[in-house]
């Protein structure tokens, strides 16, 4: 706990699969996917990559000058890279933008988040391709985006941080009599005396079911004594009334 940390400082799927980075396994293949991916980043990227802002969440119809526009009020730009479709050429939604100055950097990192740009709010955040180690994209099952409806969501980025794990006592081994071979042995015996227990019911039982009998028995003689003595009483009234 003491290096605990709401961003992620190294990437790992396992740990980016999980609400606070301490799940053993993984819960969708996605994460198999990116554990199993030997990602290396594209070395045809130029530019330095700790002045590079990463844009997301674009509108389709965003264009690169539209994007110098609003990100040029925190300083001087490099270079803007919107990412393309190799095949139609249109917009992937997300862009790169380079800073001359880490100053302007951070200022547009700070700001820029969730700004409304042509109807849609946008990601900001830093590259992570190049400066986090081990990273995996999305589109290997990797990265820090994905929506709550296909419940492959991804923590440990500005968007989504880890939440704080609880620690929690160290009870399950004995709560559940998986600790030492005593405690086994205890829920063994315990079997054999409900085993036991069964039996002495079972044998009860049938010592007591002929005292069921005698007692309905007796109830049915007395009810027929009760019933004997009441016609009798009706009849000495009749020969009375006559």
Do not use: C
């Amino acid at each position: 706990m003491a290096d605990w940390a709401p961003i992620a400082k190294e990437y790992d799927p396992l740990k980016a699969g999980s609400i606070d980075g301490t799940d053993e396994e993984p819960h969708d293949r996605a994460i198999w996917r990116a554990m199993l991916a030997r990602y290396v980043p594209n070395k045809g990227v130029t530019g330095d990559p700790h002045l590079t802002l990463f844009v997301a969440r674009l509108n389709l119809q965003t264009t690169e000058e539209k994007l110098k526009e609003v990100f040029s009020r925190y300083g001087d730009i490099r270079k803007i890279r919107l990412v393309r479709d190799l095949v139609t050429g249109f917009s992937k939604g997300y862009a790169f933008i380079e800073y001359k100055e880490e100053r302007a950097l951070l200022k547009a990192h700070r700001d820029a988040n969730r700004l409304v740009i042509d109807q849609h709010e946008i990601f900001v955040d830093f590259e992570l391709e190049r400066t986090l180690k081990g990273w995996i994209p999305r589109r290997l099952g990797g990265g820090f985006g994905g929506k709550k409806e296909s419940g492959q969501l991804r923590f440990g980025g500005r968007d989504r941080p880890f939440r704080k794990p609880i620690n929690l006592p160290n009870m399950k081994n004995d709560f559940y009599g998986e600790g030492s071979s005593e405690k086994r042995n205890w829920s063994r015996e315990g079997t054999r005396d409900w085993r036991t227990r069964d039996r002495d019911h079972e044998r009860n039982r049938d010592k007591r079911w002929p005292e069921r009998e005698r007692s309905w028995a007796w109830g049915d003689s007395e009810r027929e004594r009760d019933s004997k003595e009441e016609r009798s009483r009706g009849r000495e009234r009749k020969d009375r009334d006559r």
